[in-house]
């Protein structure tokens, strides 16, 4: 069973920091992709940033420079680190991950979704 557990989540103010981890049980010996998304209210869910397995990363516009992702494979955990925040970054923020194989099988594909953090901004 695959679980995505966030955490570091809060309030902050504009110009502050915070970092997401997202924790992923049950990927042992899988191939995998992680991205994190983020909704803010009445808006729809949108890109934030990825990370591939080989270590290759992206990011929207909007956050470059100002946001890091990064994974432990070993500890199966994307970070989101977020700097110099804006009351625009508030939003809920959801880690995903597009599994592609287990033990060298396609049948095992499939997307997963954390349960959120949320993170506010204030100007």
């Known amino acids: 069973q695959v679980q995505l557990v966030e955490s570091g989540g809060g309030s902050v103010q504009a110009g502050g920091s915070l970092r997401l981890s997202c924790a992923a049980s049950?990927?042992?010996?899988?191939?995998?992709?992680m991205t994190w998304y983020r909704q803010a209210p009445g808006k729809v869910r949108e890109f934030v940033c990825s990370?591939?397995?080989?270590?290759?990363?992206a990011y929207r516009d909007s956050v470059k420079c100002r946001f890091n992702v990064s994974r432990d494979r070993a500890k199966s955990t994307m970070y989101l680190k977020m700097n110099s925040l804006k009351p625009e970054d508030t939003a809920m923020y959801y880690c995903?991950?597009?599994?592609?194989?287990?033990?060298?099988?396609?049948?095992?594909?499939?997307?997963?979704w954390g349960q959120g953090a949320k993170v506010t901004v204030s100007s």
């Open positions: 995903k991950i597009d599994i592609s194989s287990c033990y060298g099988r396609s049948s095992y594909a499939r997307a997963y």
């Open positions: 049950g990927i042992r010996n899988c191939e995998y992709f």
């Open positions: 990370v591939g397995g080989d270590g290759s990363t």
